[in-house]
Nanobody
Framework: QVQIVESGGGLAQPGGSLRLSCIAS???????MAWYRQRPGKQRELVAR???????NYADSVKGRFTISRVNAKRQVYLQMNSLNPEDTAVYFC??????????WGQGTQVTVSS
């Protein structure tokens, strides 16, 4: 069964950093991948996307602060998050970037930014 497992979340102070990791089974290298987040009381939103050729796109709210990367040989996607602020508090998920190709969602990883 294809699975996704996210990790690396936790508590960070404003201005701090965290690095999230995701491993996805099944076909990986041929798909664009993405990180999503769901903030309290909000719908899930796309945060960052990385193509098969490693082109990247970011939501305006995280541009310049977050960096997405991937290692195909490990079937892993990463999200380096810097200059965190309380508005980044959310559960973070990874999945394929195309909705029609979504895998079953993993549990996500909680990121809390608070002093």
């Amino acid at each position: 069964q294809v699975q996704i497992v996210e990790s690396g979340g936790g508590l960070a102070q404003p201005g701090g950093s965290l690095r999230l990791s995701c491993i996805a089974s099944g076909g990986f290298a041929v798909y664009d991948m993405a990180w999503y987040r769901q903030r309290p009381g909000k719908q899930r939103e796309l945060v960052a996307r990385i193509g098969t050729e490693e082109t990247t796109n970011y939501a305006d709210s995280v541009k310049g602060r977050f960096t997405i990367s991937r290692v195909n040989a490990k079937r892993q996607v990463y999200l380096q998050m810097n200059s965190l602020n309380p508005e980044d508090t959310a559960v973070y998920f990874c999945n394929r970037a195309s909705e029609s190709r979504w895998l079953n969602w993993g549990q996500g990883t909680q990121v809390t930014v608070s002093s």
